[in-house]
């Protein structure tokens, strides 16, 4: 079984800053790309960034500049620093990580319950 829990969400004024974590647990033997989507009301659920196991990265344009995505493989968790925070990035950010879960015995992706960011101000 594997679990991706998010934490870090909240409400944050307009050019305010969060940090957001996603931390994988399970019976875990790797962890290839992993990855940050939103989803606002009413709106499709969009890739905002994705990152490879070996740290390559991946941007929307939307996020260009303001977002960081890193993670640590020793840790099983991934990170999303956003700086300079927009009204329109208001949304549930949920991850995704592509896993070799030891008890299934192949590659799956998962997807974790996701966090609530508001930018209001």
């Known amino acids: 079984q594997v679990q991706l829990v998010e934490s870090g969400g909240g409400l944050v004024q307009p050019g305010g800053s969060l940090r957001l974590s996603c931390a994988a647990s399970?019976?875990?033997?790797?962890?290839?790309?992993m990855a940050w989507y939103r989803q606002a009301p009413g709106k499709e659920r969009e890739l905002v960034a994705d990152i490879t196991r070996d740290g390559s990265t991946n941007y929307a344009d939307s996020v260009k500049g303001r977002f960081t995505i890193s993670r640590d493989n020793a840790k099983k968790t991934m990170y999303l620093q956003m700086n300079g925070l927009k009204p329109e990035d208001t949304a549930v950010y949920l991850c995704k990580a592509e896993v070799f879960a030891v008890s299934v015995g192949r590659l799956q992706f998962y997807w974790g319950q996701g966090t609530q960011v508001t930018v209001s101000s």
């Open positions: 399970g019976s875990i033997f790797v962890i290839n790309t």
